[in-house]
Each structure stands twice: as C-alpha cells, then as structure tokens.
C-alpha cells in the first residue's frame, strides 16, 4: 500500500505547478459531473432547464459536437488506410483515441439526457425499421450506427493500448497487437462505412426529416452534416496534439503530418462552406416558404443572426487559415484556423439546436430562451474533463505519438 | 371482425368557449394527471389539454381598446400526414423504440411503458402538444384514491400525450361486446374534455360520418373553420394547383382537429404566420 501511495505522491511531484492546478481543476469538474450525474439520474430531469417547448439542450449540443469533430478519427482513418496516406501515421494513434472518447462521451451524455436510462437498451430491443430495410427513425438508426463504430474504435484502440511497454514485453500481446494493426484498413474502412450514416443521420437526418418543422425541414441536411464532419473533425484531430506540443513544450507530431492533413481540411473547409451558403439561400427561398414562414422572421430572437454570422465568419478564417500556405505554416495562425475550423462546427450545432428550439410555433408565441442549470453544465463541463485527463494519461504511458515513441528508444 | 372504417375527429367553436378550464380539469382528472406543488412553472407542466389565450395585443393596429383575447383549448391534434389512408403523423416515425403508433382509428396512441424519454417526439410535434414527465409523478392526500383504472401512471421520464380518451372507446366497445355487439364501427364515445365542455363547444365524432357534426366534408366548406398553423389550406380552394404541387414536395401534419370562428383575427392568429 505504501508503494502505492509513494508512487502516486511520486507521480504528482514529476508534474509542473502548472499541470498541478490545471488537474485540481480538472478533478473539481470530475467530481461535479459525478455529484450532479447522481442527482440527475436519481431525481430526474426536472433540475435541467430543458421544458416541453425546448425539449433538448446542451447536452445535445455537446453530442452533435463530439460526433461530428470526432468524425475526424474516421476521416484521418480513411486517408491513412484506404489513400495510403502514410504521413498521417504519426497522428492516428492521438485521433483514434480522441474518436473513441468523443462517441464514449456521446453515449454518456444520452444515457443523462433521456428520461429513462434503464430503458436504454429499448433502442436494441425494439428498434424502429419500420416496413423497409432502412431505420423508420433516424434515432434508431443513430444508435445502431454510432454502437457499431465505437465497437470498431474500440477495436481500432486497442492495439494501442497493448503497445504500452510494459504490456509490449509479452510475445503473445506483442505479436497479437502487430497483426491486429495489420488488419486496421478493414475497420477503418467498416468505420468510413458506418461513420457516413451516422453522421449523416445524428448530424443533419434527424432534423431534416421533421417535415413539421419550418427551420429543420431540409432534404439535403443528412449530407451537410456529413461534410460538416469531414471539414471539422480534422481540425479537431490536429488541434488536440497542437495544445498537447504546447503543454509538453516539444513538438509531438512532424509538421509534414499537420500540413497534410489541413491541406485536405482546407479543401473541404471550402466545400462545406459553399454547401452552407446553398443550405442557407434554399432555407429562405425554398423551405420557408413552403411553411408559409419567413426567412428573415424566423432568424429573429437570442440566437437567431449572431450565431449564423460567427459560424459563417470562422468557416471563412479556417478557409483562408488552411488553403494559403503562408498563414498555413505560421503555427500562430495555424492554430487559430484550427480553433477556427473547431468553432465553426460547434456553432452549426449551436445553431441547429438553440435556435432551432426558440423559433415559436405559434404566431402568438415569442422567441424562446433557454439557460442551461448549473447542473447541466457541471456534467457538460465534467465530461470535457475526463476525456482531457484520460488524454493526458494516454499521452503519459501510452506511445500514442509513435515519432516520439521512437525517438525516446 | 370488421375493419374499422371510423376516423376520429374534433371541432372546437372558439366562438362559443368561454375558456372556464372545464375541459382541461376532465382530461387532467380522466388521464391520471398528476399535480405538482409549483404548476406555475408552466413549460414543465403536465397538462394534455392546454387552455392557451391566444390575443392580438402585439399587432400594433390593435390598440386599446380593440384588443381581443380568446381561449383556445390546444390537444394533439391527431396529424395524418397527406394521405389519411396511410397516416404518417410527424411524431410517430421518429420513435427509436416504436413507442408511439398510429391507430386505423386515425388515433395517436403512446405507450407510456415503452418511452424511453428521448424526447424526439415532442420535437417533432409542430403543436406543442406532447408533454414530459419531468418530475416523479406525484398525487397528494385522498387523490390517489380517485385515479381511473383504465389509464396507467407513467413514470417520471417518459412522455405522455393525448389519445382522445382511446381508453373510453375501449370501455365502450368492451360492453358492447358483452351486450352482443361485435360491429366494431357501433362503437361511439365521447372523449372527457367533450363531456365536460358546459357550452358544447367541443364536438367530438366521426370525420368520416356524413351524419356527425364533424364530417370532415361538411366542415370543410365551412367558412369558419380554420386549422392550427395549417395555412395550405388557404390553397386549397385560392391555387389548387400550388395546393397539389407542395403536397408533392412534402409531407403536412394534416391534424383531426378543426378551430371553428368567425373572428378574422382570431383566424389568422390560429391559422399560421401568414396573415397573422
């Protein structure tokens, strides 16, 4: 026990007085999210500011979020797998983990979020095909897609985790952990495959197909939401080793691999961009009207301008941040396009929900607010955390920068 | 057994409701609603029929005094999609778990036991109308004692909606049947919020009945008669063939329900955000 506690004391000392306060911090929103998850799944969620006319909050947000910038994971993964794109090598370890993190948290946020936890697995049980061989709802086809590739990032991980040293010295596990990686472009592709759906599906279908509802009703939301992701999630994939270069005051990842990677991100950046723009113009000429609504009116209200004009300026900084090679290779600038890239997505999502549930439905109703309760920020914000201290442990004794890796042997 | 040929249907004279609340007590009371201590936190509210006051005192040609209120007692409005022979209502196939249904009666069941509490229905829902149990139902004093059998509690979590008392059809039918009856189409009901109603402003029948005040063709052509933010029924008779062309580029909620009055502003109010 005294080793145990000599190890520990000697582990907290090998950290700077900056990562110490950065973990006291980090553990004080561990142990909200604990508390206030308790109180939510024991009392309900009466203490959410979630009502029945703003039926979903921020923890949708955050879950549309991590999906679609965890999508980076499958969209690295395609690249290095099925393009053989083998600079990108040196950051898949850091991408896969953070995709298994983003749909990890994703399932825990859903498991506060719906009302009956214990009935979860009613999604598996009684799911909604309805009478053809495609999902009726697009929540069910949510959870069987978003199950399958967490059980392919699961897979993907865990040759990662059995690369740790002292697990490597063991022939069986050495030998099992190289084959399996050798096999990975089966489950990237299985990954590329699944990933498409629910992206699709969770991102931009499930508010697509809500014909009764003038500000979600669009056709081509399920593949806006797609390239949504691929634009993002990249940018999440390099920004996460970025801010762990700058915590371990080395740099973890070659620039070769970051270049590549926002080269493509830049591109797509741009397409995203252009099919907004189309989205937007269709939504005011075309999908509007057919609810007899006006564009204009329904962008009124606390979300309404701002949100749309701030996702649509930071889609334009990471445009211009991750196409010009200049500003591409300064690393100032290339971590703003990157912040950029991240906050443009998040804003979507933003947008999608908060304004999408304060648009009134009734012409005698006004624009509906909603503040989320301390609660639903303690486990927003605790959620954050553990997958930021679960990175910090991989990074520690797991190689999950293989350059780094080697060149420490 | 024969098929079963009823559609059920609602019309509500707004001209004749005196918004006395009479109807949302008889459905709170008929569906095991449960009361909670601070009901003034109205967006939490369990409540399947709302009495809303809908009034023209944000129209700035309306000023004093010409401001008109009047009550407007909102339910599921039981959508059938564009095509009532195959009824796609928008909350039903989003349900993950098929928890929500749709009757041949053209009725919007849910059962309670199944929910999940994902809340997608009631996202989907244009009127509002489905509710959460975002508490743990509770029932003070004696008032357990007076819960109606035929309707199960939910529990906290799940969601809950109006069915139209389908609970009262099936008392019905059952003795019916005892009484020798087994022509399911002889089975009529009135719905508790109908009962109640002191001025009979809710009248509750078969759409498809020529000999019911609801027939949906009589009603129709009722000049009166305007339906919740359901403004393509203007189009109908003004531009039939814009009329038929959306009904191609999409699926219209399509409800049971019909608003009757004679208040232009009041119309226009219900009817959208087109002329309102």
Not at chain 1, 165 to 187: G, N
Not at chain 1, 276 to 285: A, G, K, P, Q
Not at chain 1, 380 to 387: D, E, K, R, V, Y
Not at chain 2, 44 to 50: I, P
Request: net charge positive; with cysteine.
């Amino acid at each position: 026990m005294s080793k145990v506690i000599n190890f520990l004391k000697d582990e907290w000392n090998s950290y700077s007085r900056n990562i110490q306060i950065s973990l006291y911090v980090l553990f004080a929103l561990v142990a909200l999210f604990v508390i206030f998850g308790i109180q939510i799944l024991f009392w309900g969620l009466g203490y959410t500011d979630m009502n029945n006319r703003f039926a979903m909050g921020l923890w949708i947000i955050g879950d549309l979020g991590f999906v679609a910038l965890g999508g980076g994971a499958f969209f690295t993964g395609f690249l290095l797998y099925i393009f053989r794109v083998d600079k990108l090598q040196s950051l898949i370890n850091s991408t896969v983990l953070i995709g298994f993190m983003c749909y990890l948290f994703t399932f825990i946020l859903l498991v506060f979020d719906i009302g009956q936890p214990l009935r979860a697995w009613f999604g598996y049980a009684y799911p909604n095909w309805g009478p053809h061989t495609m999902p009726q709802s697009m929540l069910t086809e949510v959870v069987w897609c978003l199950t399958f590739y967490f059980i392919v990032l699961c897979i993907e991980l865990f040759p990662i985790i059995l690369s740790n040293k002292y697990l490597d010295r063991y022939p069986a596990i050495h030998y099992f952990a190289h084959y399996l990686h050798k096999l990975m472009w089966i489950f990237a592709a299985i990954g590329t495959f699944l990933s498409f759906f629910h992206q699709g599906s969770l991102g931009g279908g499930m508010w697509g197909v809500l014909y009764a509802k003038p500000y979600w009703f669009r056709h081509h939301y399920f593949y806006l939401a797609i390239v949504a992701a691929i634009a993002g999630g990249p940018c999440l994939m390099m920004l996460v080793p970025k801010i762990a270069s700058w915590v371990a005051k080395k740099e973890l990842v070659p620039k070769d691999a970051y270049m590549t990677l926002a080269k493509v991100a830049g591109v797509t950046f741009i397409a995203y961009f252009l099919f907004r723009i189309y989205d937007i113009y269709s939504l005011w000429t075309h999908f509007a009207p057919l609810f007899d609504r006006s564009f204009i009116d329904m962008m009124g209200g606390y979300y309404g301008w701002w949100v749309i004009t701030l996702e649509l300026l930071a889609s334009l900084t990471a445009i211009v941040i991750l196409n010009v090679k200049k500003f591409r290779e300064n690393d100032q600038y290339f971590m703003a396009g990157l912040i950029s890239g991240v906050f443009a997505i998040v804003m979507l999502k933003v947008d999608v929900l908060l304004h999408g549930f304060s648009i009134p439905n009734f012409s005698w109703e006004g624009f509906f607010t909603y503040n989320p309760t301390f609660q639903e920020w303690s486990i927003f914000l605790g959620s954050i955390a553990c997958m930021i201290l679960i990175y910090m442990w991989f990074t520690r004794y797991i190689p999950l920068f293989p350059e780094k890796h080697a060149e420490a042997h | 057994m024969a098929k079963m040929t009823r559609r059920w249907g609602m019309v509500i004279d707004l001209d004749k409701c005196t918004g006395c609340g009479a109807c949302n007590i008889a459905c709170s009371q008929e569906n095991n609603l449960p009361i909670f201590k601070d009901d003034s936190d109205v967006p939490k509210r369990v409540t399947f029929l709302d009495l809303v006051e809908v009034t023209n005192d944000k129209d700035p040609k309306a000023q004093y005094p010409d401001v008109k209120v009047a009550y407007l007692p909102k339910m599921c409005q039981q959508c059938s999609g564009n095509d009532p022979n195959h009824p796609q209502p928008p909350c039903v196939s989003v349900c993950p778990v098929v928890a929500t249904d749709v009757g041949e009666d053209g009725v919007v069941s849910q059962i309670w036991s199944r929910c999940i509490g994902c809340r997608y229905c009631q996202v989907a829902c244009p009127y509002e109308a489905r509710v959460f149990h975002w508490w743990k139902p509770r029932y003070e004093g004696t008032f357990k004692k007076s819960l109606n059998p035929d309707v199960s509690v939910a529990s906290r979590g799940t969601m809950v909606k109006c069915t139209f008392c389908s609970h009262i059809w099936k008392r019905e039918r059952d003795r019916a049947i005892a009484n020798g009856v087994t022509d399911i189409n002889a089975v009529t009901y009135t719905p508790a919020c109908a009962s109640a109603c002191p001025t009979n402003a809710i009248i509750f029948g078969d759409l498809n009945d020529p000999s019911s005040p609801v027939y949906e063709a009589a009603v129709q052509k009722n000049p009166r008669a305007v339906r919740l933010v359901h403004s393509i029924d203007e189009l109908r008779t003004k531009d039939p063939s814009e009329y038929e062309k959306r009904l191609k580029i999409k699926d219209y909620p399509n409800p049971k329900v019909y608003y009757l009055t004679s208040q232009q502003w009041l119309r226009d109010k219900i009817s959208g955000f087109k002329n309102s």
